[in-house]
């Protein structure tokens, strides 16, 4: 038996984005290369397990998985080089798992665990859940969408220290993305900073939306999108609209009484 020096690598952590291409990687010594060599890559957890067989020099279509036909390849002008790593095409979630590098002649196998992510993330927003005047406090809602894997919500004070939060609503749609929710009642006051941070730990994606709650909070949505210093613009605008309304309602309470009087 031939050693093809296949290196002998514990199990390597990809990364690949929903609807993307990833290649795994897969190497042998290009000094022992042989035209008739076999190369199997397999997922062990699925039946049929092959995701791509190559034997002397061609494909063997009939043995691979049906969600696999069409979406992966290798290098042809690589393989001589000992370049035998797999491309996998338009990534679907259901690809995510443990994938494995073979050749018999060799009796050693690499594996790759390919994690699927999404791309589609979108800013956690903060919203105005509920208000209470008595008790100077309000309840605030954070919401984030696009996300896969599953990840976690968690609020934040102005330190970074967590706070205790109702439990994150998760809703899984139609297209295996996660949507995840939570609400926070805090107190109304002047340094109160707070942080909506949903993240997955695994992948190390993050998205984050601060909000300032002061005493005299205005019930506005607030986002990266949103600058503090446009929610305090519209603050000041609806406060300086609100007062004018005031002063003309009484300019036209002034005049009725007046022309009461004359009359």
């Not at 691979?64 to 370049?83: A, C, I, M």
């Not at 008790?135 to 809602?141: D, G, H, P």
């Not at 102005?158 to 107190?187: F, H, I, K, M, Q």
Request: glycine share 4%; hydrophobic share 40%.
């Amino acid at each position: 038996m031939k050693d093809f020096g296949f290196p002998g690598q514990p199990p390597i952590l990809k990364l690949a984005t929903l609807g993307a291409d990833i290649i795994l990687p897969c190497h042998v010594d290009p000094t022992v290369y042989e035209t008739d060599f076999t190369l199997e890559w397999t997922r062990p957890d699925l039946s049929p397990r092959f995701v791509y067989v190559w034997r002397s020099g061609q494909e063997l279509v009939d043995k691979k998985h049906e969600s696999f036909v069409g979406r992966t390849s290798l290098f042809p002008d690589e393989l001589k080089q000992g370049n035998i790593s797999l491309k996998l095409s338009n990534v679907k979630i259901s690809d995510q798992g443990r994938y494995k590098c073979f050749i018999p002649a060799l009796e050693k196998n690499s594996f790759i665990q390919l994690l699927v992510v999404s791309d589609a993330i979108s800013v956690p927003v903060i919203s105005l859940s509920a208000i209470n005047k008595a008790s100077s406090r309000v309840v605030l809602q954070c919401e984030s969408a696009g996300w896969y894997p599953e990840p976690e919500l968690l609020w934040l004070d102005g330190e970074g220290n967590l706070l205790s939060a109702g439990p994150t609503e998760t809703l899984r749609g139609p297209d295996d993305l996660y949507t995840v929710s939570s609400r926070v009642t805090v107190e109304k006051r002047h340094s109160n900073n707070i942080t909506c941070r949903v993240q997955q730990r695994n992948t190390n994606q993050s998205r984050e939306t601060h909000i300032h709650v002061p005493d005299d909070f205005v019930p506005l949505v607030c986002s990266p999108a949103v600058p503090i210093i446009v929610c305090l613009t519209v603050c000041t605008i609806l406060i300086v609209a609100s007062g004018l309304f005031m002063f003309k309602w009484r300019q036209q309470i002034t005049s009725k009484s007046q022309i009461k009087n004359l009359v």
